[in-house]
């Protein structure tokens, strides 16, 4: 059975992500999903999943093989909360349930890697501050936040990402950048995969100016 490297990807699709910003979210995933599928490492081993989170949280898609996928269409509520914290716990239960562990005779999947996006910070905080050390426990190989918009709570995501992006607006050429910036990472990760542990997912490719990281 050949080693898959498993990415997540958590939305907000809260009701301030509705209308322009949603779908350039949309738009941002095309993108990445069809620049994936042109990269031949990518293509042999990527897995996706999506999970979004306003005042529900669901798994649109469970860990599903890069070569068969068909991106999910987000959508968006008129209004509501932001569970990010509910959103990090159905996370870890995804990554225990589907991420193939190393077992006598046979290796496991790569470590996996963690895209979150959010335009505002998390409504139910108790949760969240519950889940955040069992996220930094979960065995990413890397964790990257992005900050949307200028409601953005960036130091939120700082809590248990390795990096964070800050976009100042929530605009389709915003979106776009950021995906774009994601897909790259994301190929990045399936070529490290045999460089010594740590190294795994560890490096990112230079963002673009529209993107700005803090550590």
Aim: glycine content about 8%.
């Amino acid at each position: 059975m050949s080693r898959r490297l498993p990415v997540y990807l958590l939305i907000d699709t809260s009701g301030s992500m509705r209308g322009e910003p949603i779908q350039a979210v949309n738009n941002g995933i095309l993108t990445m999903v069809s620049a994936l599928k042109q990269d031949p490492h990518a293509l042999e081993t990527v897995h996706l999943s999506f999970i979004t989170f306003d005042r529900e949280v669901n798994e649109v898609m469970a860990l599903s093989p890069l070569d068969t996928l068909t991106p999910p269409t987000l959508e968006t509520p008129e209004s509501g909360p932001t569970h990010l914290g509910e959103a990090l716990e159905k996370l870890i239960a995804s990554v225990g349930r589907d991420v193939r562990k190393t077992a006598e005779g046979e290796k496991g999947d790569w470590a996996p890697l963690l895209f979150v996006m959010t335009d505002g910070k998390p409504s139910d905080l108790a949760v969240f501050e519950d889940a955040v050390p069992k996220v930094k426990s979960a065995g990413f190989a890397n964790i990257i936040g992005c900050a949307a918009g200028p409601k953005a709570r960036s130091e939120d995501l700082q809590k248990f990402c390795h990096s964070t992006a800050l976009l100042d607006t929530l605009d389709s050429a915003g979106f776009s950048q950021f995906f774009k910036w994601v897909s790259e990472a994301i190929a990045g990760g399936s070529r490290s995969q045999g460089a010594p542990a740590g190294e795994q997912g560890g490096a990112l490719p230079p963002p673009p100016e529209e993107i700005k990281v803090v550590i």
